[in-house]
């Protein structure tokens, strides 16, 4: 596996000169500029998730596709994400919020990934057992409203509104409850084999007011990986209420000026 410098190194000089923006890391390293953003939801939502983060990452000129993420097993979402990152043209930055962190670990070294965003989410390491590494921090309030019906997962309409989708507009947030998409259970337990944020630059959004993954777990991974870290004084759903500061997140990745 290769490490950040040699990952830079590979770029290649058509597109250093390509180049438009850079932006510093702490080690001092440097990403080019993206050209694509690939964005992947996490439980309990789908892609229309993203809606109101993609307009400003459209309006600085990047190309954006939001993954469908089939929440069925890790390697058929990580198939559904391999064909949308096939599908980009140059430098891409791979966002995932909440469970898709893990996609975004497994996929993210990709020669296409240029930058890794972490939006309130998972970021295990290769073959970590991380539901054993959650415990080590207080469980969630939304924990305790998962609902399994036939081998499915869904959050019951008070865990939901209260603890998955605090910080949204309560009539939003009934929107999102109205369309949400279950999981097959035993997904959350299934290993990665690979860890992309040891060799990619990344960037983590560190949810503030979260009930669905606890802040401190967030703040954990985001250090482990060494990520430029903001923290956004929001619940679980950061894309939702505070887009802007997503989105500005992600130029930052895409070493655009936000």
């Known amino acids: 596996m290769t490490d950040r410098r040699s990952f830079l ?38 892609a229309s998730s993203w809606m109101n983060v993609i307009g400003p990452l459209e309006d600085a000129g990047l190309r954006v596709t939001a993954v469908q993420n089939p929440l069925t097993t890790l390697a058929e979402s ?25 996609i975004v670990s497994e996929v993210g070294d990709d020669p296409k990934v240029s930058a890794l965003v972490y939006v309130a989410a998972r970021a295990p390491d290769a073959g970590e057992d991380f539901p054993a590494l959650a415990k080590r921090f207080p469980s969630p ?30 009539r939003n947030a009934r929107l999102l409850y109205a369309v949400q998409t279950s999981n097959v259970a035993t997904l ?11 060799s990619k630059p990344s960037w983590y959004a560190v949810s503030k007011q979260d009930r669905t993954i606890n802040p401190d777990l967030q703040r954990f991974l985001a250090k ?26 992600i130029l930052s990745a895409a070493g655009v000026a936000p």
């Open 9 to 46: 190194g590979t770029v290649g000089a058509a597109t250093a000169l390509a180049l438009v923006g850079r932006i510093r890391l702490g080690d001092a390293a440097v990403v080019p500029r993206a050209r694509n953003v690939v964005l992947v939801h996490g439980l309990y939502a789908d």
């Open 224 to 249: 482990r990986m060494a990520a430029t870290t903001t923290e956004v004084d929001t619940g679980h759903l950061s894309l939702v209420s505070h887009p802007k500061e997503i989105a500005g997140l």
């Open 141 to 170: 309030p939304a924990s305790a409203g998962v609902v399994i019906t036939d081998g499915f997962a869904q959050l019951s309409e008070a865990a939901f509104l209260n603890d998955f989708a605090n910080g949204v507009a309560p």
């Open 78 to 102: 990580v198939a559904a994400t391999r064909r949308v990152l096939a599908m980009q043209q140059g430098p891409t930055v791979l966002v995932g919020h909440s469970w898709s962190g893990t």
């Open 188 to 198: 959350t337990s299934e290993r990665t084999t690979v860890a992309a944020w040891r």
